[in-house]
């Protein structure tokens, strides 16, 4: 069989050589940073990515590492509780630093070879994907979008998601391992803002009088866990519209409030095993398989992009999302429904 080379370690590319070895591809895989690392994510891992990790035989090491279940989300704004709501489908939230170090470990087990530490070159060319995560766009439509995360422990929830609305972003708590919680937010600034690495807790820890305030009152911050992220672009692309063979955020990435992203790096991995594994034994041509992938991947995601698009316009509009506040008051059911259509 032909080896196949993966630029990038991420949920997708690592996903994605999983997939491959166990059909016997020799695969390569390389990655800038190193294993274990913290990663600016939600670290809640909900929708059909979890059939794909239990297909991969992968879900038992999971909750061996402390994976907590998920099985109800709490959204507020300020301080009142907007919904209360029990999920269709548990989620899993496990630590990034844990979960890629866990699928890192096992692809070392299944004969691949990882490099790491190096930047490749991501040129498209045949044998090679490219699953190396968002492309930056310093501003969009004069916005700078950041993202920051850290852990933090004593800290109580009344769920196993939180979502709270602020004026600058929204920021989501959940459970993860060891009694820990993850608090991770998405910001939005017109202005750059320079001192992160001194202000992140206050990004972090909402409004004075806010319901998230009070949840972190007493939290006791992993200082090392902190990590931050910029230039996101949140713009919708398809994937055959892309140069070269594309999964994961290296398509597009699905804006974080839909804490969908991970779902769709390890779904989108998953559909691009097959003619990936049949161009390595010669069954297609590389053309073919590029384009079999990026119709597969479009056919998967298109709708729920363009919902997780209102959805985000929802979340930083004013109007919008007073409008989407008072329709949740009216039709309790309105968040549920907006949540099975970004999965
Ligand atoms: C604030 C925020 C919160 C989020 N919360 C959630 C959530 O709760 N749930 C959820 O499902 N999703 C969430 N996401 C989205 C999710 O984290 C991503 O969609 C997912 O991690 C994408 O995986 P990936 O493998 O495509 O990319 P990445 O995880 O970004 O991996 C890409 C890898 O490629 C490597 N790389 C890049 N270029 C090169 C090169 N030239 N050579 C070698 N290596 C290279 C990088 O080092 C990196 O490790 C969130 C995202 C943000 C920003």
Redesign the pocket.
């Known amino acids: 069989m032909k080896p196949v080379t993966i630029?990038?370690?991420?949920?997708?590319?690592?996903?994605l050589a999983l997939g491959l070895r166990r059909r016997g591809v020799p695969v390569k895989l390389?990655?800038?940073?190193t294993y274990p690392r913290h990663?600016?994510?939600?670290?809640?891992?909900?929708?059909r990515?979890i059939s794909v990790i239990q297909s991969l035989g992968l879900r038992s090491g999971l909750d061996h590492l402390g994976a907590v279940e998920s099985s109800d989300v709490i959204i507020s704004r300020g301080s009142s509780v907007l919904a209360r709501r029990r999920l269709p489908q548990p989620a899993l939230c496990l630590s990034?630093y844990q979960f890629?170090r866990f699928l890192v470990d096992q692809l070392t087990r299944e004969g691949a070879e990882v490099q790491t530490g190096?930047?490749?070159?991501?040129q498209p060319e045949e044998g090679v994907i490219l699953?190396?995560?968002?492309q930056p766009a310093a501003t969009e439509h004069g916005w700078r979008w950041f993202?920051?995360?850290a852990h933090a422990r004593h800290v109580t929830l009344g769920a196993g998601l939180e979502m709270h609305l602020s004026s600058r972003g929204y920021i989501?708590l959940?459970r993860i391992e060891d009694a820990q919680v993850n608090v991770?937010?998405?910001f939005r600034s017109r202005t750059p803002v320079p001192d992160l690495s001194t202000s992140w807790k206050s990004w972090l820890s909402g409004e004075s009088g806010s319901l998230l305030a009070q949840r972190l009152r007493q939290a006791d911050w992993d200082e090392t866990s902190f990590s931050s992220?910029a230039a996101?672009s949140l713009v919708p692309r398809r994937a055959v519209d892309r140069e070269g063979l594309r999964?994961?955020?290296?398509?597009t990435?699905?804006p974080?409030v839909?804490?969908?992203?991970?779902?769709?790096?390890i779904e989108?991995?998953d559909l691009a095993t097959g003619p990936v594994a049949d161009w390595s034994s010669g069954q297609l041509d590389w053309p073919s398989t590029t384009q079999k992938v990026a119709k597969l991947l479009d056919h998967a995601f298109s709708t729920r992009l363009r919902h997780a698009r209102w959805l985000q316009h929802a979340m930083f509009d004013p109007f919008t999302q007073s409008l989407a506040w008072n329709l949740s008051r009216i039709f309790p059911a309105f968040p549920s429904l907006l949540f099975r259509l970004t999965r």
Request: overall charge positive; aromatic content about 2%; proline content about 2%.
């Open positions: 630029v990038g370690g991420g949920l997708a590319g690592l996903t390389s990655d800038a940073g990663r600016v994510c939600g670290e809640y891992l909900s929708g990515a990034r890629d190096q930047r490749s070159s991501a699953a190396t995560g968002r993202g920051l995360k989501g959940c991770c937010g998405l992220i996101l999964i994961g955020d290296a398509v990435m699905i974080p839909t804490g969908n992203g991970m779902s769709m790096a989108g991995a």
